[in-house]
């Protein structure tokens, strides 16, 4: 985001065509474009309620490279918080919001590690609920994935570096993974190549009939 708002992109947020808006107010949302930030993105808008976005910015005005910062140390401390209570009906939520963030601010490969991370969540099938992974009955969504393998296409790393991120994403998760690493990479690369998500769910359910 720029520091001045064009007409267009005003118009997006009043739903009469024919608005008038004050140079104060323009003013306004141009000096505190983090509204118009979290707002206009929705997995970083989904974690935050209004009295969080004024407590966490104090109402202070902020260039885009402090908003980044704060945005994530902001989330950061608060998905550490809710898995220290095992709270993992968050994680996906807050993850793909850390991840957003971070790709905003042109961290691509902390991105990736954030949604490798994801990606390992997803495969396991890890149960919120049951607080247990479950792959015999998982089952990969285009939704989940469309993020994760357009980051893949953005980056290009060589086959080494991308294995290399991969497994110390695998090793950094805190919850429990009943897929190896091995065949974890395997269903990475297997998403990444286009192969067929239903084809994919169905050989890690095949694969890991007997989780436990």
Same mark, same amino acid.
């Given at each position: ?7 267009? !992109? ?15 107010? !323009? ?9 118009? /930030? ?23 005005? @902020?260039?885009? %490279? ?14 550490? $918080?809710?898995? #220290? ?17 971070? %790709?905003?601010? +042109? ?10 991370? =994801? ?7 890890y149960s919120v609920v049951l607080n ?5 009955? #998982? ?9 994760? #393998? ?9 086959? +080494? ?8 994403? @695998? ?11 091995k065949d974890a990479l395997k269903y990475?690369?297997? =998403?990444? +190549?286009? $192969? ?6 169905? %050989?890690?359910?095949?694969? /890991?009939?007997?989780? /436990?």
């Amino acid at each position: 985001m720029g520091d001045n708002l064009t007409d267009d !992109e005003l118009k997006k947020y009043f739903k009469s065509k024919n608005y008038q808006i004050s140079a104060k107010s !323009e003013e306004f949302l141009a000096n505190n474009n983090f509204i118009l /930030y979290i707002v206009n993105n929705t997995d970083i808008s989904r974690v935050f309620y209004p009295s969080e976005i004024r407590k966490i910015f104090e109402e202070k005005e @902020y260039c885009q %490279e402090e908003i980044y910062e704060k945005l994530l140390t902001y989330l950061k401390r608060t998905l550490d $918080e809710k898995l #220290t209570h095992e709270t993992w009906i968050d994680f996906k939520i807050y993850s793909n919001a850390i991840a957003e963030v971070q %790709e905003d601010k +042109g961290d691509l490969k902390d991105a990736l590690n954030t949604r490798f991370k =994801v990606f390992l969540f997803d495969i396991n099938n890890y149960s919120v609920v049951l607080n247990k992974p479950n792959p015999r009955k #998982t089952k990969l969504k285009q939704k989940d994935m469309t993020k994760l #393998t357009q980051l893949l296409h953005k980056l290009t790393l060589p086959i +080494g570096e991308l294995k290399e991120l991969f497994e110390s994403a @695998y090793d950094e998760v805190l919850f429990k993974t009943v897929i190896t690493r091995k065949d974890a990479l395997k269903y990475l690369l297997k =998403v990444f +190549g286009g $192969e067929d998500l239903d084809n994919i769910s169905k %050989e890690i359910n095949d694969s /890991y009939s007997n989780p /436990y």
